[in-house]
């Protein structure tokens, strides 16, 4: 099972994104789990961006992106989205979704990586 982050693209600094976050077919229930979102721009380690716990009702967020992305999920449509408004150069990335049992920024606790999606901020 792999979930399957899109929505990525070219977008200009200061403009906006919406990334979602599926099973991809495979039946795996989002809800079941906390979902993160992470990123990994060129040349550079991975880095948590973001999770929201099972009930939605918990939400964190890195530092960087603090203030201009928003996570939600819809557990009718067994997605999770990543909003991503004010964008910067510095947010060009590749950008994953994973699931965790816990609610944590801890990437050693999330599975069902898949491939992520490509966000180029250009200025």
């Known amino acids: 099972v792999q979930l399957q982050a899109s929505g990525g693209g070219l977008v200009q600094a200061g403009g906006s994104l919406r990334l979602s976050c599926t099973s991809s077919?495979?039946?795996?229930?989002?809800?079941?789990?906390?979902i993160g979102w992470f990123r990994q721009a060129p040349g550079q380690a991975p880095e948590w961006v973001s999770c929201?716990?099972?009930?939605?009702?918990?939400?964190f967020y890195a530092n960087p992106v603090k203030g201009r992305f928003t996570i939600s999920r819809d557990d009718a449509n067994n997605t999770v989205y990543l909003q991503m408004d004010s964008l910067k150069d510095e947010d060009t990335a590749v950008y994953y979704c994973a699931a965790s049992i816990q609610f944590t920024a801890q990437s050693s606790e999330y599975f069902n990586w898949g491939q992520g999606t490509v966000v180029t901020v250009s200025s």
């Open positions: 929201i716990s099972r009930s939605g009702g918990g939400k």
């Open positions: 077919g495979s039946g795996f229930f989002l809800g079941s789990s906390a």
